[in-house]
């Protein structure tokens, strides 16, 4: 199964992630800000990352594009999962390179089939 990187700075959210994907034999990394994230993503292979837009030291949108400008990464699926609904701000996502997006709060299933459909790929 695949290799996912959660990144957002709230735990529960990390873990809520974790309790949906694992069942399906995911394996799951997790960092709590888009700088850690990137480290994590450029230090181990990854199948996915699903990032949060607000958090400190670099946000969503920020790690996106890192991601994007990195060679061995640039097709990496992105789901962007946010409280964040509006059309603007899922456009900048769109524009920075998100595969998809996710509205919190979440169905499990929901991220299930997304991931699912994503690392099929």
Known sequence: MATILTVDDSPSIRQMIRVALSPAG??????GDGAEGLRKAQAEPVDLVITDLNMPVMDG???????????????LPIV????????????QAKAAGATGWI?????????VSVVTKLVRR
């Open 26 to 31: 995911h394996t799951i990394l997790e960092a």
């Open 61 to 75: 949108l920020e790690l996106i594009r890192r991601l994007r400008g990195v060679p061995a990464l640039s097709g």
């Open 103 to 111: 509205t919190k709060p979440f169905k499990p299933e929901q991220l």
């Open 80 to 91: 962007f999962l946010s409280t964040e609904s509006n059309d603007g701000v899922k456009q």
